[in-house]
């Protein structure tokens, strides 16, 4: 009976039209949508990272390398090979962190980035092109940049590395990609390969309708658990293992 109701007032608010008068609100309703998952998420999770500085006033950017310093102990990752993974290279910053803390000669890595800047709006304040950076190069032969959107070049990475996806070790995948569409795409192509005790880094977490309902979406589709073992800047920041 109450199914049969459910579809009778569903069938009549789409023929009527009367959804119309959400229409111009859509953008804000998902917002306050994400934002109170977001909210309580971390008010379920805030005692969850071992690393943590919730809560604090105002955001110090540099807390993100306390976040890799953490994990690079935690994990032992100085004395093992892994597959480090950077979407959103930029001005390198983070790439060249890792990798002149991560020597052990087999470890390689990668960097996904167009260097032309957001392929798309972000948010109401960066706009497509925004964060453009060059391209730099390094002397350490054990880096890879694919440049170029992801959607166009992650794929042709996998394809041509499968035996360096499936290798035994850690992973460690760096997303700053910022935007909801590019976060989702990667965890997405990234899955089949995703393993136990692999580590995901994201650098705006928070930020409730891009990386955050990337993140939702990614655990509830693809049924994966991702564990937050590092969260700074009132988890702006926040590193997940995979479980």
Known sequence: MFAKL?????????VSGVGYLFYPFRKVLLFLYNLGLLTHWIHR?????ANTDYFTWGRNYEKRINGFE??????????????YMEF??????SFEWWLQHAQHPETTFWGFDTFEGLPENWGPFYKKGAMAHTEKAYV???????????????????????????????KVILLDADLFSSTLFVLSQLYPYLKRGDLII??????????????????????RKLEPVSALNNFYQTIFEVQ
């Not at 009778?8 to 789409?14: A, G």
């Not at 309708?209 to 655990?219: G, I």
């Open 6 to 14: 459910n579809r009778f007032v569903k069938d009549l608010i789409l």
């Open 45 to 49: 999770n805030k005692r969850l990272p």
């Open 70 to 83: 953490y994990i690079l102990n935690r994990y032992q990752l100085r004395d093992q090979a892994f597959l």
């Open 88 to 93: 959103g290279v930029a001005s390198g910053v």
């Open 140 to 170: 350490d032969t054990r880096y890879r940049f694919f440049k170029g959107i992801f959607q166009d070049t992650l794929a042709d990475a996998i394809e041509q590395n499968r035996t360096l996806m499936r290798r035994e070790g850690i």
């Open 202 to 223: 994201l650098d705006e977490f928070n930020v409730p309708n891009h990386e955050f309902y990337a993140v939702k979406l990614f655990q509830e589709c693809f049924y």
